[in-house]
């Protein structure tokens, strides 16, 4: 069965979002980011959602985490909790 890892970081906003990103951008470290601004409980994990299969997060998401590239920042993408950034670190 297909699998990624990845980690995010949700806000409530897409301003919010959208300053996180220019952020990591420039270099600032995803994990210090997600602990300090998500609103997740995976923020106390840097972010981190663990492995992921499908059919396990919203579909937006997993369209991210199943179809985007590798190891880049992709969002904001808006789902009924906020609006998230996320990064796939590893797809079997």
Do not use: N, W
């Amino acid at each position: 069965m297909r699998s990624a890892m990845a980690k995010h970081i949700l806000v409530k906003t897409k301003d919010e979002a959208e300053k996180l990103k220019e952020r990591l951008g420039k270099g600032d470290d995803f994990a210090k980011l997600a602990r300090k601004h998500s609103i997740c409980p995976s923020r106390k994990r840097d972010g981190d959602l663990g492995e992921i299969y499908p059919g396990q997060l919203l579909k937006p998401i997993e369209d991210v985490i199943f179809k985007k590239p590798l190891l880049k920042v992709h969002g904001p993408i808006k789902t009924r909790f906020g609006y998230h950034l996320v990064v796939v670190y590893f797809r079997s």
